[in-house]
């Protein structure tokens, strides 16, 4: 009998710790919830504008007759009552009889929509809802209108203006998504934490126990980098979360001695690990946790996240060991322009048929690039480019031709050949001024690249119609392409800029990202930084990632209160504008750097308007209670070729008016000069030290670009040359001369 019950409470007890296990670790085994969540999935409904989805085909005519608006389903989401709304007006010179619209999803014919039939000429709007069939959603989804439009039957002109339909601006796509329950693998990162599929920016929590130390800050901003070069274009939002778990994916860092309350009872781990769990509040988020014994593992397990995600499988895994990482060599970001070699097109190319356009309506043929933005382009006419090219052959009088543009301005054009020849051609990009004349008086062309931002090159062949008789014929078959072949070649071009300027910082990273690793670059921040401040880090440094495209995985970070090595580093201050060293010597770094960074912070709020012609500035000071933010630039004091980035905030607000502002496109624009005020109102930009240069250029160049303000010293300058160069010739022949008279008297 008591041997029973032994039995009785043993199997008790491992069905006791069996729970525990699970209720610690909920999405290890489901077993629980055997009829699904207990709670119901959120469903949301969503209006997809057209505008925001990027749609740009809105008017259709005889030869651009195709257009679609693309939209995406995330891997976590189910969608429902998908309907398509929207409304268009038709040329009136269309024939109702044989002229409509035909509508596709996904390639499957939706519906076909007569044109001008029971319609008043005055008025030939019309809309439609059309209700899509939901099991033909994919992961990429294309609603696609065709015309098909007659203004004459006999013989019809398709390049005539009288053929076509124009889509109202206010389409939109309705749709039902209902949050799925996926399976807490690894080998599905990014997802679901980043989607491709998902077109919109990127926003994931950073969940913390409490305000953390620089090494876990390191881990942070390690692993933001990488999400934001995953998110690339979409731009990426790092929230940062004290001690609570947000109703969204997202991401957790926990070491044995500091856990969130949330998952206070989870078990602590003897190596730095990556764990994928459900959220034990809201089962339907995912949580990826970084663990570690101590702060120091958390960055070993980031960088083993961000090199070796491809091969983890499962819900858990350690870091057993991380070979030594080479360190990046200067202007090797993985999206920049190489500066040792020419580099092919079929090196940026993101799909194998993007170099490729058929038939008239075809689109552009677009590449994106990105430069260093230190490029020294000074009295060049623009970056080399080898363009090589192929066509089906083209009748003598059909005047096809290709175009070139930068940026959506015009470069060259070429006329298409009559062969199936390649055809290969050698031409500039033209390089684009800086806007802000006041920082550099020594600016280059006026229009094409832009040094500071990512480029788009477009290539666009424009096939024409032959006339057959009377009647414009269409031929089939037309293709062009652009050899992979081709290259850009920027190798012949050192490296030196004018410094501060905010625009190169706010748009490429730079200097803190010559190096795609940012091995030169140390942040410093308040004692207790905000979670808005940390926030604005790891928002910036995964801007920096999607410009690199590789994770900053040799960042440092330091208090402002630690007397750091400042030496030989570019270094990004992040705190209020009165934070202060506290404990340390006069003469140290960190004191000298505060009183330099104050400085340049005074300076911008409180320089008023000057006359650039004169050295004397209005000295306008004034005491506010406003929010308000300031970003400034200025040489290091520890190190000529280095520079200090300094983003101050008044408060927990003017954080937000600065992150908003570094996560805007329009309003990177407008951050420029060497300092930028930021309030309620906007931006607004004031130069204010003196500039200072960074980079090599051969000595002949660096004396003639210099100088090349001031004519009358150059002149002098080259006036001694030759009177030196004069003299030493004429010593070299008098010696001459003396050899031979010497030579003669022997």
Same mark, same amino acid.
């Given at each position: ?12 007890l ?26 119901? +999935? ?6 997809l504008?057209?505008? +925001?989805l ?6 259709l005519?005889?030869?651009?007759n ?5 939209? /995406?389903?995330?891997?976590d989401k189910?969608?429902?009552?998908l309907?398509l !709304?929207?409304?268009?007006t ?5 024939i ?27 008025k030939?709007t019309?809309?439609?809802?059309? #209700?899509?069939?939901?099991?033909y ?21 398709? *390049?005539?203006r009288s ?17 799925l329950?996926i399976?807490?693998r690894l ?7 980043f ?12 969940? *913390?126990?409490s ?16 999400f ?23 991401v957790v860092?926990?070491?044995n ?30 949580m990826?946790? %970084?663990?570690?014994?101590?702060e ?5 397990a ?8 491809? %091969? $983890?499988?499962?819900r ?20 920049w322009?190489?500066s040792?070699?020419? =580099? ?16 008239? #309506? ?10 260093a933005?230190d490029?020294f ?22 005047n096809?031709?290709?175009? $070139?543009l ?5 470069? !060259? ?12 051609s ?11 004349t006041?920082?550099n ?19 666009d062949f424009?096939?024409?119609?032959? $006339?057959?008789?009377k ?13 992979g072949?081709?290259n ?9 800029? +004018?410094?501060?300027?905010?625009n ?7 200097p803190? /990202?010559?190096y ?13 930084p ?18 690199t495209g590789?994770? +900053?995985?040799?960042i440092?970070?330091?208090?402002? #209160? ?6 030989d580093?570019?270094i ?9 060293? !506290?404990?340390?010597d ?20 409180? #320089? ?10 209005v000295q306008?000071?004034i005491?506010?209670?406003g929010? $308000? ?37 329009e ?6 000069g060497?300092a930028?005020? %930021?309030?309620?109102?906007g931006?607004?930009?004031i130069?204010t030290?003196?500039?200072? *240069? =960074? ?8 004396i003639?670009f210099?100088?090349?303000?001031h ?20 010593r ?5 001369t ?6 003669g008297?022997?």
């Open positions: 009998m008591i041997k029973k019950l032994l039995n009785t409470f043993l199997i008790l491992l069905i006791s710790s069996a729970y525990k296990v699970l209720a610690i670790e909920p999405m290890q085994d489901k077993t629980l919830f055997v009829n699904g969540y207990p709670e119901s +999935a959120n469903v949301s409904s969503l209006q504008g057209f505008e +925001a990027g749609f740009n085909g809105y008017k005519d005889g030869v651009n195709n257009s679609r608006v693309d939209f /995406t389903n995330r891997v189910l969608s429902t009552n309907k !709304n929207f409304s268009y038709n040329s009136p010179s269309l109702a009889n044989v002229s409509h619209l035909k509508v596709y999803f996904n390639n499957n014919l939706v519906t076909v929509l007569p044109i001008n039939e029971k319609l008043s000429v005055v030939n019309t809309s439609h809802s059309l #209700n899509l069939n939901a099991k959603i994919q992961d990429y989804n294309q609603i696609r209108f065709e015309l098909v439009g007659y203004y004459d039957l006999n013989c019809q002109d398709y *390049f005539s053929i076509w339909t124009e889509i109202n601006k206010s389409s939109n796509i309705t749709v039902n998504q209902k949050q329950a399976d807490s080998e599905y990162l990014p997802e679901p934490f989607d491709a599929k998902d077109y919109n920016k990127l926003n994931l929590p950073f969940v *913390f126990a305000t953390p130390n620089t090494q876990a800050i390191e881990a942070a901003a390690t692993l933001s980098s990488w934001g070069a995953q998110a690339d274009w979409r731009g990426a939002n790092f929230p940062v979360v004290l001690n609570k778990a947000p109703e969204q994916h997202s860092f926990i070491t001695d500091s856990k969130p309350d949330f998952l206070k009872d989870y078990p602590d781990v003897e190596k730095p690990t990556i764990e994928l769990i459900s959220s034990p509040i809201h089962r339907y988020n995912k990826l946790l %970084i663990l570690g014994r101590d120091k593992d958390l960055k070993t980031v960088t083993g996240l961000v090199f070796g995600h491809k %091969i $983890m499988t499962g858990s895994a350690s870091i057993e060991a991380i070979n030594k990482l080479p360190l990046r060599k200067a202007y090797d970001a993985p999206r322009l190489r040792d070699r020419p =580099v092919h097109f079929d090196e940026l190319i993101d799909y194998p048929t993007q170099l490729q356009a058929e038939g008239l #309506n075809n689109g552009p043929i677009k590449l994106n690039v990105r430069f933005p490029l382009t000074w009295r060049e006419k623009g970056i080399p480019i080898t363009l090589q090219y192929r066509n089906t052959p083209e009748s003598e009088a059909s096809s031709r290709l175009n $070139m930068i940026n959506q301005r015009f470069i !060259n054009g070429f006329i298409l050949a009559n062969t199936d020849s390649a055809n290969i050698k031409t500039l990009l033209p390089l684009i001024a800086n806007t802000d006041s920082q008086p020594k600016n280059f062309s006026l229009n094409g690249i832009n040094l500071a931002t990512k480029n788009e090159l477009n290539f424009r096939f024409n119609t032959i $006339m057959k008789g009647c414009p014929e269409v031929p089939a078959g037309q293709y062009g392409v652009i050899d072949n081709s850009i070649d920027v190798s012949g071009f050192n490296h030196y800029i +004018a410094l501060p300027d905010l190169v910082f706010a748009n490429s990273g730079f803190f /990202t010559k795609a690793d940012l091995q030169q670059t140390l942040v410093l921040i308040d004692e207790v905000s979670p808005k401040a940390l926030s604005v880090l790891f928002n910036l440094t995964g801007h920096f990632g999607a410009i590789y994770p +900053a995985h040799r440092s970070v330091a208090h402002l #209160n630690e007397d750091a090595n400042l030496d580093k570019d990004l201050v992040i705190a209020k504008p009165n934070s202060i060293a !506290n404990n340390l006069e003469d140290a770094q960190t004191n000298i750097l505060l009183d330099n960074n104050q400085r340049a912070i005074k300076q911008a709020i409180y #320089n008023g308007a000057y006359d650039e012609q004169t050295t004397d500035k306008v000071s005491k506010s209670s929010d $308000m933010a300031v970003i400034t630039g200025f040489q290091s004091p520890f190190d000529s070729e280095r520079s200090i980035v300094s983003l101050s905030a008044t408060s927990q607000k003017a954080f937000t008016l600065l992150d908003d502002a570094l996560m805007s496109s309003a990177l624009a407008q951050i420029k060497s930028a005020v %930021i309030n309620s109102q931006i607004k930009t130069k030290d003196e500039q200072y *240069f =960074v980079g090599h250029i051969p000595v002949h160049t660096l003639w210099h100088l090349s303000d004519p009358f010293v150059l002149a002098l300058l080259s006036i001694l040359t030759l009177l030196l160069i004069s003299f030493i010739i004429w070299l022949l008098q010696a001459l003396y050899k031979r008279l010497t030579e008297d022997e």
